[in-house]
């Protein structure tokens, strides 16, 4: 089925760690983003990319690196995993930035101990 | 910068009973005004949409909007409640132009309860 996968769906890391969050996309989506999800705290935009070999921070970029070699991957790669980067991580993508039309995965709960 | 207040934490309503929920933005010009729902352990899916025009927008599953830029509001509405409904809800505000465009800002969120 066309849409936005992310694995894993669940991880726990140690802290120190660095592990990568994985999203595709088959809907040759320009448009992709990284949000992480806090209780009581909304969504908020980590990184995003309007196109391969572009991308650009968010409002909470630190500690994460992203990269988008090809229109339909868009990995989050996590350098030395931390306590505070515990969340859940949405992976969203669109047509383009214009038009708004996300479709959001399922998402990944990370856990950092 | 734009932000998106969303006061109810937790609204709980009887089924079949009338749905309102608030949001509040906080944008220089005319925003981009969304409402999402999501359901325990899913994404984010879309509820409706408002870019310009009508300013009474509908939605999926019965749901409707009002955007009124004199309140800066823009306050999700159902006529009767269904079970099926309880969820959590964001409103999000995005803005049009330049390098900002795709960027959503999130409310808090509100989760409904509903009784049967």
């Known amino acids: 089925n066309a849409g936005v996968t992310q694995t894993p769906k669940f991880q726990v890391l140690k802290t120190g760690q660095s592990m990568t969050l994985q999203c595709a996309q088959d809907?040759?989506?320009?448009?992709m983003s990284w949000y992480r999800q806090d209780p009581g705290m909304g969504l908020r935009l980590i990184h995003y990319?309007?196109?391969?070999?572009?991308?650009d921070q968010g409002e909470v970029p630190n500690g994460y690196n992203v990269s988008r070699s090809t229109t339909e991957d868009f990995p989050l790669r996590l350098l030395s995993a931390a306590p505070s980067q515990t969340s859940v991580y949405f992976c969203?993508?669109?047509?383009?930035?214009?038009?708004?039309?996300?479709?959001f995965g399922s998402g990944t709960r990370l856990t950092v101990v | 910068a734009q932000s998106v207040t969303q006061p109810d934490i937790h609204i709980t309503v009887s089924e079949g009973a009338s749905l309102e929920l608030r949001c509040n933005y906080s944008?220089?010009?005319?925003?981009?005004l969304f409402w999402y729902v999501q359901s325990p352990g899913q994404g984010l899916q879309l509820l409706l949409k408002?870019?310009?025009?009508?300013?009474l927008v509908q939605g999926i599953k019965g749901f409707e909007a009002e955007f009124k830029r004199s309140q800066s509001s823009f306050n999700l509405r159902k006529p009767s409640v269904h079970w099926s409904d309880a969820a959590e809800y964001f409103c999000?505000?995005?803005?049009?132009?330049?390098?900002?465009?795709?960027?959503?800002?999130f409310g808090q969120g509100t989760i409904l309860t509903v009784h049967p």
């Open positions: 969203a993508s669109s047509y383009s930035a214009q038009n708004y039309g996300y479709t």
């Open positions: 809907m040759n989506h320009e448009y």
């Open positions: 990319s309007v196109g391969a070999g572009i991308t």
């Open positions: 944008y220089g010009a005319t925003p981009y």
């Open positions: 408002y870019f310009s025009g009508d300013t």
């Open positions: 999000a505000v995005g803005v049009a132009g330049g390098t900002s465009y795709g960027k959503l800002t």
